[in-house]
């Protein structure tokens, strides 16, 4: 039976995120939603495997019925079994098809298999179990207004409970937040692999390999950046033009093309704080905070009370455009169900209408009925203040930065009747800093390729899928991201054949690559560090654990010193040593 094959966030994915080593994680990546019609189709119940298969791949999933789809279309919580079988094209624009796919389903006999497993087969190897922290029982301490180091929201009113060296409750933190604090997935010395194994090795050891090998390299990258402090980026930028190497983060996968998009009409965007106070229209557009952004809408939009807004959710209407009838659709005043890849020709016919050309629309618009648009249009029109968020339906579908230019256009047209903004939907807690700082250092925000001496920028050439899917990348450094869990299969089977180096407070999917994982200190629960909110705003991130470990601030810099003073050996000539080193006194670093 022939499908097409979407992916993105649910809630038990984004619990596990912090824990992608556990048969719980694998569990929630290895299920695919499927409408019940099509599983009557193929003979097939829930919990039934099904082989989908594309042309980059076959993998086995296991059914979970869902009316929220439309008969023919698979969602499937974003991880490695989504990528197993998505090609690495980004059609010039760096992100990926991940909400775009065509494949072929079948029923299978053989259960899903493990994260660890998939990666197996890419080339990569599984990481060692890693030790319960054990603390101490001494006294228990609360800090408050802590800032939450998960999504773009940013929320900085958490309360943390700590005893004996670890965290023990999370107060007022959603469920993805909490289990970042929560988790005890931490590896405590740097790892190196050795064929199927793994040693332990000192810090000053695995901070040598990295210099060594990103000095040695000739077409160098260095990834991530989304979920480490700004102070780290700014380092990491200082490397990358001191090894002539090309620097991208996570925005080109994923707001990237967004930033394409402004980058061709500007941003008429404004805080958070704006659309709390003002908002009486507020729509997410390819975007589902419920799972993704769980406090977005009780802290800044729909259901806090604003200045101007004195009874939440009555004194606002809340619309919801997506593929599927998602959480966030289900609690929507009104809900727009659209087909996949349809939203450039909806937001040009929502233009031809605030201009006064409803005339010319033909009866309906990928999937929805004109009238419902022309009463979506007038609802824009006559709101006091609008406010519209964009999601990655927008930039990861056919349209992408062309789909958000088209979004802000509209924007702009409403602006002659009223106000109203536009803000994208930042995934991680300082994906935006990246664009910021990148922004700043190099005159661009992602993808900044310094193999000519000053920066270079491309989307679709210097941006992460395509550098690491074409195999021209020699070795990499991956820090705040977790390629093996969310690259297509392609860019993770070159991972495999190059020196990796992990920097990650966390056991990741991509240690499965890594010669050398080094753990670090987490940013905003181990060490201090910034942060800027989806709407740009900087916020300090706090600091509530005790930690013996380098911060990725101490590592970058130790790299950058190590490269400058010349360290060229030949890390390719002599394998490291194995030896358990000393650590680093932090002095040194
Ligand atoms: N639980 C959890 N939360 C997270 C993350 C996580 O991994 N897990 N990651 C964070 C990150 S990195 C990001 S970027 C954000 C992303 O947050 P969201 O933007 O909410 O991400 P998705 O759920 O991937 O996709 C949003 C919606 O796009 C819809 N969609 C698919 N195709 C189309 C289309 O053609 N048109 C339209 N209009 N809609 C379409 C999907 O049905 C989906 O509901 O979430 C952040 N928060
Ligand atoms: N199939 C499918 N795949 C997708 C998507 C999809 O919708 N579908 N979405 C794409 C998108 S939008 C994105 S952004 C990517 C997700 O992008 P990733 O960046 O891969 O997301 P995470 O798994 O959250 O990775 C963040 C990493 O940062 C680490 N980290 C946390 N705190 C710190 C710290 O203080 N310092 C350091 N050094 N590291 C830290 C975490 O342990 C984790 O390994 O996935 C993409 N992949
Ligand atoms: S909404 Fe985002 S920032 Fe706020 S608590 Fe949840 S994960 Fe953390
Ligand atoms: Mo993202």
Redesign the pocket.
């Known amino acids: 039976m022939r499908v097409f094959i979407t ?2 966030r649910t809630i038990t994915q984004g619990r596990e ?2 824990r992608k080593d556990t048969p719980a994680y694998s569990r929630e990546t290895s299920r695919c939603f499927i409408h019940p019609f099509d599983l009557l189709e193929i003979g097939a119940e829930e919990g039934d495997s099904l082989l989908l298969s594309t042309v980059a791949g076959e993998e086995v999933f296991s059914a979970t019925p869902s009316e929220d789809l439309v008969p023919g279309t698979i969602f499937i919580p ?1 991880g490695p079994h ?2 197993a079988i ?1 090609h690495a094209d980004t059609h010039g624009t760096g992100a990926p098809d ?1 909400k775009w796919l065509e494949g072929t389903l079948a029923r299978a006999d053989m259960p899903p298999r493990s994260g660890w497993e998939v990666l197996g087969e890419q080339g990569g190897a599984s990481c060692p179990q890693v030790p319960e922290p054990g603390g101490d029982e001494s006294g228990s301490t609360t800090f408050r207004d802590v800032v939450c ?1 998960l999504c773009g929201c940013l929320c900085d009113d958490l309360v943390v409970q700590v005893r004996g060296g670890i965290v023990t409750s999370v107060d007022n933190a959603c469920a993805l937040g909490s289990e970042k604090f929560l988790s005890r997935s931490r590896l405590c010395t740097p790892i190196a692999r050795n064929g199927e194994a793994w040693t332990s090795i000192g810090f000053f050891e695995a901070i040598r390999y990295a210099a060594e090998v990103l000095a040695d390299a000739e077409r160098p990258l260095l990834f ?1 950046w ?3 402090s700004s102070e780290a980026q700014c380092i990491g930028i200082r490397i990358a033009e001191e090894i002539r190497g090309v620097i991208d983060n ?1 925005s080109s ?2 707001h990237g093309p967004s930033i394409m998009g402004i980058q061709e009409v500007g941003h008429p965007g404004c805080s958070l704080g704006v659309v709390k106070n003002r908002a009486d229209v507020v729509i997410y557009w390819g975007s589902n905070p419920i799972e993704s952004h769980p406090r977005h809408l009780s802290r800044y939009t729909t259901y806090v009370n604003g200045r101007y807004r004195d009874n939440g959710h009555q004194d606002r209407t809340l619309v919801v455009v997506d593929i599927r009838k998602t959480d966030t659709a289900k609690i929507a005043d009104e809900f727009l169900q659209i087909t996949p890849g349809g939203d450039y020709a909806v937001f040009s016919s929502l233009r031809a209408i605030v201009s006064g050309h409803a005339d010319v629309l033909p009866q309906t618009i990928a999937g929805i009925p004109r009238e419902r648009l022309i009463w979506l249009a007038d609802l824009c029109k006559n709101a006091q203040f609008g406010a519209l968020f964009t999601g ?1 339906g927008l930039t ?1 579908s056919p349209g992408r930065y062309k789909n958000v230019r088209s979004a802000i256009e509209f924007v702009a047209e409403l602006n002659r009747h009223t106000k109203f903004t536009l803000t994208p939907m930042r ?2 807690w300082n994906v935006n800093g990246t664009n910021q700082t990148f922004t700043y250092l190099t005159g661009f925000p992602y993808g900044a390729d310094f193999s000519r001496g000053t920066p270079y920028y491309n989307p679709g050439e210097t941006t992460v899928v395509d550098l690491l899917g074409r195999g021209e990348v020699d070795a990499c450094l991956i ?5 093996g ?2 690259l297509p299969r392609r860019c993770n089977e070159h991972l495999a054949t190059i020196p990796t180096i992990v ?4 056991v ?1 999917l991509s240690t499965a690559f890594a010669d050398v994982h080094i753990p ?1 200190a ?2 905003g629960i181990d060490c201090e560090g910034t942060g800027y909110r989806m709407d740009s705003i900087p916020i300090r991130l706090r600091r509530v654990l005790d930690s013996d470990l380098p911060t ?1 601030e101490e590592v970058l810099s130790q790299i950058l010193h190590l490269i400058r003073e010349g360290a060229r050996s030949c890390a390719t000539e002599h394998a490291i040593s194995r030896d358990a080193g000393e650590m680093m006194p932090r002095a040194l670093l």
């Open positions: 992916s993105g995120l912090y974003c989504a990528n998505l991940y180091p991530g989304s979920g480490t996570c996968i994923c990655i990861q995934g991680h820090i705040g991201a977790d390629p869990a969310h920097i990650d407070p966390f990741s670090v987490c940013v990725d």
